[in-house]
Structure formats: C-alpha cells, structure tokens
C-alpha cells in the first residue's frame, strides 16, 4: 500500500504539472485531472488503484511525447515551477512588444507638446506675431508630410523595427539641437522642426504594420489602444513636465531630457523586438502558433507588388480613410497646439495653469484608447462583422468630438472647458479602433503605403487648421468660428465613411 501511495503521488504530480502547463490548449486534460482526482479522492479497491495508475502512466507518456516535439522536457517532481514560468513569459512575450511601442509613442508625442508649450516663452523672448507662431507649430508638419508616403512604403518592405528605430534617432537629435537652432535664426529653426517632423513621419506606419504582424486579429485593436494610450500619455508628460523643466533648467531643458530618453528606449528596441514574430528568439512556438492560426492575413508577404498609388485612390473604402485620417488630424492638431494658448488666452489662466488644464483631457483620453480597443476586440470575438465593428468605433470617434466641441464655445470657466474637452478626445480615440486597424483591412499588403497617403493628405489638413486656428484668432479675436468649422468637418466625414467604409480586403 506504502508502494502504491508513492506511485500514486509521483504519478499525480506528473500530470498535474503538465496539465497547468498545457491547460489552455489541451482542454481534455483538464477533464481527466478532475476524475482521476476525484478517483483518489473517494475508498477504493487495490484493483480500483491499479487501473487508475495505468491509465496515469499511458497518458503521462502520451504527454511527455507532446512536450518533446516541442523542445520541453518532462518536469521534475517537486522542481517543475520554474518550468511553467518560463512558458508562461514566452507566451506572452508579443505583449512586451507592445509595451516597448506604447513607450516610443509616449516619447514621439511628449517630443511634440515640448514645442507647443515652449512655443509660448520663445514667442516672448522672440516677439513673434499670434500668425508666426502657427508657422513654427506647424514646420514640424512640413517634414513630416513628405516621409510619410516613403516611410510607409520602407516599412512595407523592410519592416517596422528598422525604419521605426532610425526614426526616433533622427527625431530624437533634432529635438535636442531646437533651442539652440532658435536661438541662432528662425531659418535655422523652421529647418530643424522640419526635419524633426521628417524622422517622425515614419512612425505610425511603424507602429500599424509591426502590431498587425505580432498580433492576431481579435488582439490588434486592444494592442493598437495601448500603443495608442501610450501616444495620449505623451501629452501628459509633455505637457506636464515641460513649464517644471523650462522654469527650472531653461527652454533648453526640456529637449535635452526627452532626447535622452529617446536613446536610452533604442538600447532595448534593437535587441528585443523583430520585424515578424517568427524570426524572434524569445517567442514560444505555442505564440506563434496562436498568433499564426487567429490572422487572416497571415499569408501576406513583403514580396507582393504595391498597387499603382492612383488605383487607391479610385476605392470609396480607401477614400472613406483618408478623409477619415485628414479629419481625425485637423482636429487633433488644432486641440494639441492650441489648447494651451487658448487657456492662457481666452480663460486668463497662467503657462503652468494652462498645461494642467490641457493635459488632463489626453490623459482620459490614454485610457479611452485602451477601452475602446477592448470593446473592439470584444465585439470581434461576439461574433460581430468586421465591417460593423469598424463604424461602430469611427461614428462614436467622430460624432462624440463634434458635439463636444460646439459645446465647447459656450465654456465659460477652465473647470467646464476642461471637462468638455476631456469628452472631446475621450471619444475621438475610439476612431483608432475604427480607419486606422480599416487601413489594414483593406489593404494588408500595403497598409504602410495607404497609411504613409493617408497621412500625407492629414498632415496637410492638420498645416492648414494650424496656422487656419492663428489667423482666425488674429482676425475674428475668438475661437468659437474654427471649432464650429472642425465640428461640422467631423460630421461629414462620420457620414461618408459610414456610407463607404468595410472591413473586407480591397486592395
């Protein structure tokens, strides 16, 4: 009896620890570990032992041969702990991916707010007109629209971790060198935030095409919602750290701490993270397993030919995401460039007042990003078309933005308008988990193509509302009239692209 207690115990062990490891693929076993427990559980003869042993060591063996083919041995008794560890961190290693791109987005929008509230001593210090000062917001564009088409098409070819880690280095130097380029001529400044947007240009094609590669299709959309939270925390920190920065160290302050960073993410983004999950060392084959079975894109290969540029734009599907792209810019461009000189201006608060009350609303709308990537991904798995889910997430990205913004013009205090604005771009990222996973949709093959037009066409739009936003402020003395105009511009677009828009694949 002492021999067959032993037994028993080893041979339980054995299974027990291979079941916790295989439980999520091998849902039989995990049947068979209850009644077998409940066997031993419960009076029974030796004969009763006997048979249960046998059918413990046949399928302890039959197990034991699985692992094998997979490169894992058997795990100790009483040591096998460790084992399961590791299995479970391979298994999830396509979320430190995402983790590492969320913090890249955080560092390319802080980058960008640096400016917008730095805008404000250095137009000071400068003398620069309300009109000059939407010409400096706006050069970073001027770069940034000509690197996205090219940029799109690299990534389509080489991948997202190249063209995405020379991007930041190159952005990451010219955010270093601006104060001092400001400080020598508004030439040399205009210049260097050009080549600033330049570098910077090759980032979202970046981010959309590498996640659509590490992640099955009912994950992308909360996988894009963090990458996409991160981007919003920018504005936070941005806004945030940048007037304690400046007050404490200088205008130079606050570009030499981000381009550091900038740097320091690189040491990490080389070693860690590959164009395709399957040519990376750190990912299980029950990962990419899993992330190769749930894509329908999977087949998708780098060595197909790019349609002609024209041909894109002859499909309403593509159009409805590229003026869904031009909108979601203007009014995003207008909302981070603007807000905090509106603040200052309009509702007589101070720079460090002024940064407070625009950050709070991209911080609510950092979180926004993620919920509504779990909604979307949600909807996918109920059973919902592709194509409903898309409009569902861009009518409320839209509409939600142009209610708000007309209400906007009736804030009368920094309390009411911060919460109304704080709703503005809480719904406005639900448009994230509407074109821009569509750009993958319909063109997968191509995504960074359609995706570099699309935002070359959106950086024009967010040019014009820009420097739009300063010559309305200088010539009607309010910003009631442009927030009026971008309402209705979110209107129009929410309509054609819910009349156009689909989830199938076009191109």
């Not at 920065?245 to 590959?274: C, E, H, Q, R």
């Not at 509702?347 to 407070?356: D, Q, S």
């Amino acid at each position: 009896m002492a021999a067959m207690a032993s037994f028993s115990t080893i041979t339980t062990t054995h299974l027990t620890k291979l079941l916790d490891i295989r439980m999520t693929r091998k849902r039989s076993w995990q049947c068979s570990a209850t009644i077998i427990r409940t066997k031993f559980a419960t009076k029974s003869t030796w004969s009763d032992h006997r048979r249960v042993q046998t059918t413990l060591v046949a399928k302890c063996a039959t197990m034991e041969e699985l692992l094998m083919r997979e490169g894992k041995g058997m795990p100790e008794v009483g040591g096998g702990s460790s084992e399961e560890t590791v299995v479970v961190e391979k298994e999830k290693y396509r979320y430190k991916v995402a983790g590492l791109v969320a913090a890249v987005m955080c560092l390319c929008n802080a980058d960008r707010v640096v400016m917008s509230v730095a805008v404000v001593p250095l137009a000071a210090k400068h003398g620069w007109s309300s009109s000059f000062t939407g010409i400096v917001q706006s050069s970073f564009l001027w770069g940034y629209i000509f690197s996205s088409v090219i940029g799109g098409a690299l990534v389509d070819k080489y991948g997202g971790k190249t063209i995405m880690a020379w991007g930041v280095s190159l952005w990451s130097l010219a955010t270093l060198i601006t104060p001092w380029a400001a400080d020598y001529s508004t030439v040399a400044l205009l210049a260097v935030r050009a080549c600033f947007g330049l570098a910077q240009g090759v980032t979202m094609p970046s981010m959309n095409i590498l996640l659509s590669r590490w992640f099955p299709n009912d994950e992308r959309a909360s996988a894009v919602g963090v990458s996409m939270a991160g981007f919003q925390l920018g504005n936070v920190v941005g806004l945030l750290l940048t007037p304690y920065l400046i007050s404490t160290f200088g205008i130079s302050g606050p570009f030499v701490m981000f381009s550091s960073l900038g740097l320091i993410w690189l040491t990490s983004w080389v070693d860690g993270v590959t164009n395709d999950p399957g040519q990376c060392a750190f990912v299980s084959k029950s990962e990419l397993d899993l992330i190769r079975e749930r894509k329908v894109d999977s087949k998708v290969t780098t060595d197909e030919e790019h349609p002609a540029i024209g041909l894109l734009f002859t499909k309403l599907p593509s159009l409805a995401v590229i003026l869904a792209n031009l909108t979601n810019n203007w009014g995003y461009f207008v909302l981070l460039t603007w807000m905090p000189i509106y603040f200052q201006t309009v509702l007589n608060v101070n720079l460090t007042e002024a940064a407070w009350f625009s950050a709070v609303p991209w911080g609510m709308m950092a979180f926004s990003s993620y919920v509504a990537g779990i909604i979307s991904d949600h909807l996918i798995r109920a059973g919902y078309s592709l194509t409903l889910v898309r409009k569902i997430m861009q009518s409320v990205g839209f509409i939600g933005p142009a209610v708000s913004l007309l209400c906007l013009n009736v804030a009368k205090t920094p309390r009411t308008a911060s919460v109304i604005l704080t709703t503005a771009l809480s719904l406005s990222s639900f448009s994230q988990a509407g074109f821009l996973l569509n750009i993958q949709d319909i063109a997968p093959h191509c995504a960074g193509l359609l995706h570099g037009i699309a935002n070359s066409i959106g950086t024009l739009a967010a040019i014009t509302s820009t420097i739009g936003a300063g010559i309305f402020v200088q010539w009607l003395g309010s910003f009631q009239a442009f927030l009026t105009l971008t309402a209705v511009l979110y209107f129009g677009s929410s309509i054609f692209y819910n009349l156009h828009a689909t989830g199938e694949r076009v191109f």
